[in-house]
């Protein structure tokens, strides 16, 4: 694992909604995928899919593993890593 890596991981997850319009998310290792009505993130727990309308990234720091998201939050789910199969299908359902 290198330096970097290893920062994003001491850092705890967190995920702060205020309104349903701004999402401030920490722990995030990687952004896997977005759009304006979906956004897949690597974080510390699992991966994170997150769902609503108007999305964009508003602000992204990757050494502290720090995102912003603004737009209407319609749903957050995670996504369990031993069921990896069916995350490629469902990740490539949702990123056609």
């Known amino acids: 694992m290198d330096k970097e890596n290893s920062n994003i991981n001491s850092y705890n997850h967190s995920i702060n909604l205020l309104e349903r319009k701004t999402l401030v998310i920490t722990g ?3 952004i896997e995928n977005f759009d ?3 956004f897949l993130l690597e974080t510390t727990m699992g991966f994170l899919i ?10 992204l720091d990757t050494l502290a593993g720090n995102v912003t998201i603004k737009g209407t ?3 957050l789910d995670y996504v369990l890593e031993t069921a990896k199969k069916k995350e490629d299908s469902v990740f490539n359902r949702l990123f056609k």
């Open 50 to 59: 997150i769902k609503g309308e108007g999305l964009e990234l508003i602000k």
């Open 36 to 38: 304006n009505l979906h």
């Open 28 to 30: 995030v290792k990687k």
């Open 73 to 75: 939050i319609n749903s």
